[in-house]
């Protein structure tokens, strides 16, 4: 139809980027490792929120790219609630990233907590020896 649709957003922007301004997404990559990427803004997240997050190592999950972390009250120390990381690709995954409520976490009455449990599920290339 001729005009810039809010999907073509992202695409027209990588564009501008690498011509006017001779950002090559894929060299950028290199320094910022997913890894590092995502222990970083945990960090941070945890500053801000005053949480802590806990890779549970061992946990159950439906793959064995999937991480599964704790959340805990850094002051009074309670679970508050999990989430999973499944941030690679793989046959029959959904194509676009999301994030999906698993467990609504809610205080109940009694004063007992429903932990909310969360799974973030994205598509970020897996790392590779050179990249």
Not at 48 to 72: C, P
């Amino acid at each position: 139809n001729g005009k810039i649709e809010k999907e073509d957003f992202r695409y027209y922007t990588t564009k501008v980027v690498e011509k006017f301004y001779s950002v090559d997404q894929e060299k950028l990559r290199e320094y910022f490792p997913l890894e590092t990427v995502t222990e970083g803004m945990m960090r941070i997240y945890e500053d801000l929120l005053g949480l802590n997050f806990t890779k549970l190592e061992n946990a159950e999950v439906w793959h064995d790219d999937v991480s599964m972390y704790q959340v805990d009250d850094w002051l009074s120390g309670d679970t508050l609630g999990y989430f999973y990381l499944d941030l690679h690709p793989r046959d029959g995954k959904f194509a676009h990233a999301a994030v999906f409520g698993l467990q609504l976490g809610s205080l109940g009455k009694d004063g007992t907590r429903d932990k909310a449990v969360r799974a973030m599920v994205c598509n970020f290339p897996r790392p590779t020896e050179d990249k």
